[in-house]
T-cell receptor, first 115, second 113 residues
Framework: GAGVSQSPSNKVTEKGKDVELRCDPISGHTALYWYRQSLGQGLEFLIYFQGNSAPDKSGLPSDRFSAERTGGSVSTLTIQRTQQEDSAVYLC?????????????FGDGTRLSIL | GESVGLHLPTLSVQEGDNSIINCAYSNSASDYFIWYKQESGKGPQFIIDIRSNMDKRQGQRVTVLLNKTVKHLSLQIAATQPGDSAVYFCAENNADSWGKLQFGAGTQVVVTP
């Protein structure tokens, strides 16, 4: 079956440019999450969406980061005026529901490199 | 072989042996735990989860043990195979910050023939 799909798989851009990362969650999953993974590190929570509720943006590292989820499905993570420290793998996950004890299923991520 | 905590980066195990990966968590309010496997260039893959009202759960070749008294979690892999070589993460969640999984740095498991 189809899992979480992320695009692009790799993105190389120059410092100062804006980037958009896309996530298609598993069909029927109401909750969607973004994480960031730096080289050789664990995952750092960024933001989550649950249904029509306001997203929890508490993990976003700066106001250069924003995310949207349109129609309760596809999500886009946008990073404005990219910096070299933004280089990381950006992972998206979805879960069947947000009500407790539902495992999050991850895509393969977008590897972002800022030159 | 045995890995203690999430700060020990590598566990080497011989093919066919059992592996034990350990995880220490600090938040006593954590009530849901997940083990993930991550292969190079891939996203984390769900292996098994356990709720805090349980102390053991078994899957196919894997067993997760939870000791809430000492805030310790372990993943046991039976008859380790070359395909088990990967980085393993434990993640925890709690009702105060639901959805924001807290991950450790992971343990690299290397299976040798």
């Amino acid at each position: 079956g189809a899992g979480v799909s992320q695009s692009p798989s790799n993105k190389v851009t120059e410092k100062g440019k804006d980037v958009e990362l896309r996530c298609d969650p598993i069909s029927g999953h109401t909750a969607l999450y973004w994480y960031r993974q730096s080289l050789g590190q664990g995952l750092e929570f960024l933001i989550y969406f649950q249904g029509n509720s306001a997203p929890d943006k508490s993990g976003l590292p700066s106001d250069r980061f924003s995310a949207e989820r349109t129609g309760g499905s596809v999500s886009t993570l946008t990073i404005q005026r990219t910096q070299q420290e933004d280089s990381a793998v950006y992972l998206c996950a979805s879960s069947l529901a947000f009500t407790g004890n539902q495992p999050q299923h991850f895509g393969d991520g977008t590897r972002l490199s800022i030159l | 072989g045995e890995s203690v905590g999430l700060h020990l980066p590598t566990l080497s195990v011989q093919e066919g042996d059992n592996s034990i990966i350990n995880c220490a968590y600090s938040n006593s309010a954590s009530d849901y735990f997940i083990w993930y496997k991550q292969e190079s260039g891939k996203g984390p893959q769900f292996i098994i989860d356990i709720r805090s009202n349980m102390d053991k759960r078994q899957g196919q070749r894997v067993t997760v043990l939870l000791n809430k008294t000492v805030k310790h979690l372990s993943l046991q892999i039976a008859a380790t195979q070359p395909g088990d070589s990967a980085v393993y993460f434990c993640a925890e969640n709690n009702a105060d910050s639901w959805g924001k999984l807290q991950f450790g740095a992971g343990t690299q498991v290397v299976v040798t023939p």
